[in-house]
Every structure is written in structure tokens, then in C-alpha cells.
């Protein structure tokens, strides 16, 4: 079966502070997507992970992928309350055809002040 | 429009409606995708088009489910006979390639409430 996994699902966390989260997948794949959404509002792509070791970084997020553990990270430094919003994984299990993913649940990120 | 376009925002409609929501793409990308994401989940997949032709539609939950785009361009997901079950945001993106690495580019969602 295909499984997307995120953990956490919900973070509360202070502003100024580090935290990492985690998604986890079932199956082979080298082709793994970051989305942010806020509240009624549009799925917004943050990264595009296509390889073993890829390592992406745009401000205060930081995004990697080990096609080995079937893991991606993505890590939040120094966190600020604009950040907050839902973050979801979404993994390309099929090569060939390249369209259908399979998506995390999504973790909720609230920073407080 | 620069973005993906979906109307309506909000659709209200009684148990037994029929009711159409449409999706209007970034103008010449290939491939539209149909999303339905219930509340606190992520997005479950429904069907995808390259340009007209609808190549997948494994998602779609029942027949009451039918997409069409049938110039390759706008996209419309029907729903006939609802149910309250069929009450959430339905999502469109669209893609600029059939394969290639680029992320789906959203809409706003069509939130329906069957009631």
C-alpha cells in the first residue's frame, strides 16, 4: 500500500525556536514535494526534492530527502509566527506516469509569540 | 490569469443536487488534476487530464463522480445525486508537463456543503 506518514500533526511552538518535521513513505521514490496552505487558501509549493541527499533551503525552512530511509525533513530555524500554517508531503510513487501523489496529512504549525 | 482559477468558492446545495464546479488552468499547461480534501487531511487524488483526454480516473469515489475537459483547457467536475458524504473542498491544479519535475500549481478550492 501506498502510505504518505507525517509527524507531527500538530506543533505549537514559540517564535525563535528550531523544530523539524518529519515524512515518512512506504515505497520507492525519488520525487518528493513540500506544500504550504493557510487556512482557506490555495496549496502553495515550497520545495521539489528529486534526489538521494537533496537538500533545499529558501529563508527560515530547510528541506531534505533520504530516498534511502524513505525520509524527508523539514526544518524550521528560528521560527517566526508567519510560518504559521499547514504543512504537507506529497510523494510521486509512479515514475512513469508522473502524475499521481500521495499526500501527508499534513502537520499544523502554530508559533506563538 | 496568472494562477489556477476555481468557481465557484463556496457551493450549498441539497442532498439529491446536482452541481458542477469548474477549473480554469495556467493558461498552456498540459496536464489539470481534480482533488477532493476533506477537512484536517491531506488532498486524495480524483482524476487527471493531459490536455483532453482523461488518463486516470481511478479517485473518483462513486458514478455520481464525472470530470470532463473537453478542449484541453477549462475543466469541469460534476456531481450528481449528492450526498452529504461529498462535502468538501475540492481542489484543481494544474501542471506544465506531462512528466518533468514541476510541482502542481493550485487554486483556491471549491468549498461544498451538501446539506
Known amino acids: 500500500e501506498l502510505k504518505v506518514e507525517q509527524n507531527p500533526l500538530f506543533l505549537s511552538m514559540q517564535e525563535g525556536k528550531n523544530y523539524t518535521i518529519y515524512c515518512n513513505y512506504s515505497t520507492t521514490s525519488d520525487r518528493l514535494y513540500w506544500y504550504r496552505q493557510d487556512p482557506g487558501k490555495s496549496l502553495e509549493s515550497l520545495f521539489v526534492l528529486l534526489s538521494n541527499g537533496a537538500v533545499k533551503q529558501e529563508g527560515r525552512l530547510m528541506a531534505s530527502l533520504d530516498t534511502k530511509a524513505r525520509l524527508s525533513t523539514l526544518h524550521i530555524t528560528a521560527a517566526v509566527h508567519d510560518l504559521s500554517a499547514t504543512y504537507f508531503c506529497a510523494v510521486d510513487f509512479d515514475m512513469d506516469s508522473n502524475y499521481q501523489l500521495i499526500w501527508g496529512a499534513g502537520t499544523k504549525l502554530i508559533i506563538k509569540p | 490569469g496568472a494562477g489556477v482559477s476555481q468557481s465557484p468558492r463556496y457551493k450549498v446545495a441539497k442532498r439529491g443536487q446536482d452541481v458542477a464546479l469548474r477549473c480554469d488552468p495556467i493558461?498552456?499547461?498540459?496536464?489539470l488534476f481534480w482533488y477532493q480534501q476533506a477537512l484536517g487531511q491531506g488532498p486524495e487524488f480524483l482524476t487527471y487530464?493531459?490536455?483532453?483526454?482523461?488518463?486516470?480516473k481511478s479517485g473518483l469515489p462513486s458514478d455520481r463522480f464525472f470530470a470532463e475537459r473537453p478542449e484541453g483547457s477549462v475543466s469541469t467536475l460534476k456531481i450528481q445525486r449528492t450526498q452529504q458524504e461529498d462535502s468538501a473542498v475540492y481542489l484543481c491544479a494544474s501542471k506544465s508537463m506531462e512528466k518533468g519535475n514541476q510541482p502542481q500549481h493550485f487554486g483556491d478550492g471549491t468549498r461544498l456543503s451538501i446539506l
Open positions: 493558461s498552456g499547461h498540459v496536464s
Open positions: 487530464f493531459q490536455n483532453e483526454a482523461q488518463l486516470d
